[in-house]
Each structure stands twice: as structure tokens, then as C-alpha cells.
């Protein structure tokens, strides 16, 4: 059974920092493109990070550019997103998710956005974890 289960959650308070970790059971990280997705309140869903281990691409959705980082520890099969800088408009709950098919595809090339953050191209999604940003 694939299990992707994500932690370190909760409140910060405007400019400060949380380190969000998303543990997988089941699958190996090698082996599938990462990505990261929020959902803010009365809002849709919506992809902010991506990585693959192919060749270590990384890619930011612009809200979090330069204050979000992507990372991996393969041997602990977890992969990481720090969040610095934080916002109110960072407030919602953030779920992991896995794609095989974006692992392969990302062997031919660069992955434009629209297909990064397509929800159908990935296979497996943690139960999401809440953020609160706030004074």
C-alpha cells in the first residue's frame, strides 16, 4: 500500500518559517516527480513546487519563488519544503503527490507548468497538512 503522509504543519506567525516534510511508504521517491500543492481557503487547488530526481529539476509556481525550497533525503525517502518568508496568503492546507508519468517525461526535457501542475498527472497525494499564517 502507497502512503505519502505529510507533518510539520501548524501556525507561524508573517515573515517566519516552517519546514513541511512528506513521508512515503510503499514507493521509492527515485522513482516518481514530486510535487507540492496548496489549497487556501475558498480557493482551488494549486501547485507551488516540483521536483524530480532524474536531474534534480526544481520548479516554483511565481506566489513562492525565492521563499519556498524543494528538497529530498532519498536514503529516508522524504522529501522536504521549507517555507520561509511566510504570508497570510500562504494560509491552507498543502498536500505532496507523486507522478510516475512526469518522471518519464521529465528524461525528454523541460515540463511546461500547466502539465507540472496538472492534478491528473499524479498517482498517489498525502491527506494534505494545514498551514495558518498569521500575526
Known amino acids: 500500500e502507497v502512503q505519502l503522509v505529510e507533518s510539520g504543519g501548524g501556525l507561524a506567525q508573517i515573515g517566519g518559517s516552517l519546514r513541511l516534510s512528506c513521508e512515503a511508504s510503499?514507493?521509492?521517491?527515485?522513482?516518481?516527480?514530486i510535487g507540492w500543492f496548496r489549497q487556501a481557503p475558498g480557493k482551488e487547488r494549486e501547485g507551488i513546487a516540483w521536483?524530480?530526481?532524474?536531474?534534480?529539476?526544481?520548479n516554483y509556481a511565481d506566489s513562492v519563488k525565492g521563499r519556498f525550497t524543494i528538497s529530498s533525503d532519498y536514503a529516508k525517502n522524504t522529501i522536504f519544503l521549507q517555507m520561509d518568508s511566510l504570508k497570510p496568503e500562504d494560509t491552507g492546507v498543502y498536500y505532496c503527490?507523486?507522478?510516475?508519468?512526469?518522471?518519464?517525461?521529465?528524461?525528454?526535457?523541460?515540463?511546461?507548468?500547466?502539465?507540472?501542475?496538472?492534478?491528473?498527472?499524479?498517482?498517489?497525494w498525502g491527506q494534505g497538512i494545514q498551514v495558518t499564517v498569521s500575526s
Open positions: 503527490a507523486v507522478s510516475v508519468h512526469l518522471h518519464v517525461r521529465s528524461l525528454g526535457g523541460p515540463i511546461s507548468r500547466a502539465v507540472l501542475w496538472s492534478e491528473g498527472n499524479y498517482d498517489y
Open positions: 510503499g514507493i521509492s521517491f527515485m522513482d516518481y516527480a
Open positions: 521536483s524530480v530526481s532524474t536531474d534534480g529539476t526544481t
